[in-house]
C-alpha cells in the first residue's frame, strides 16, 4: 500500500509541474495564478499548495530542471568528435532557440537569480563553466588553432550568447517596434537556426 502512495505522489508532484510549464510557457509566470495551475493539473488548489509552497518555488524548480535537461544536452553535443564545428554551431543554436521558445520567462529568471547571486543556480553555474571550457576549447582547436586570451574568450561567449538570447530578452519591444505577431516572431527565430551560426563564425574567423 505504501508503494502505491509514493507512486500516486510522484505522479501527481509531476502532473502539477508539467500543467504548470505549459502555463508558463503560454502566458508567462506574471499572468499565470495558482489556481490556474491546479485547474490544467486537475487538482484543487489545497493539493498544489501541499506539493508547492508558492507558485515562485513552482516556477524556480521547473526553470531549474529545465535548464539542467538542456546543459546536459549541450555538453555532449559540443565534445562529439565526430562532429565538425558548423555542425555543432547548427546544432546548438537549434536547440538553445528550441529551449527558449519553450521557456520564454527563462533568461529573465536566470539574469535575476545571477544579478542577485543566488544559490539556487550554484549547480546551473557550475555546469555553465563545463560548457563554455568544452565549447571555446573545439574553437581554439579547430577554427583558430590557438589558445584564445580571457578577453577574447570574454568576447566570444558575449557575442554568443547575444545572437541567440537577446531577441527573447526583448521580444516585446521587438514585436511592438517592428509589429510582429506571435507568429511572425516565432518564424523569425527559426530563420535565425540556420543564421546565427553563419554569423558566429564569421566573427570567430575575423581578424
Known sequence: MAKQKIKEDVSTEERIKKAAGRLFTEKGYAAVKTRDIAEEAGINLALLNYYFR??????????????????????????????????????????????????????????????????????VRERMKDVRAVFLKRIEDKILKKKLSRAANGHMMMNFMGLIIFPFLAQPLLMRINDFNKKEFDELMEERKKLVPIWLKAVMTAK
Open 54 to 123: 508558492s507558485k515562485e518555488k513552482l516556477f524556480d524548480i521547473i526553470m531549474i530542471e529545465n535548464f539542467h535537461k538542456f546543459i546536459e544536452q549541450m555538453i555532449p553535443i559540443m565534445g562529439n568528435e565526430d562532429m565538425s564545428l558548423d555542425e555543432i554551431l547548427v546544432q546548438v543554436t537549434s536547440r538553445y532557440i528550441d529551449m527558449l521558445k519553450s521557456n520564454p520567462d527563462l533568461p529573465f529568471f536566470i539574469m535575476n537569480e545571477m544579478r542577485n547571486d543566488s544559490s539556487k543556480l550554484h549547480s
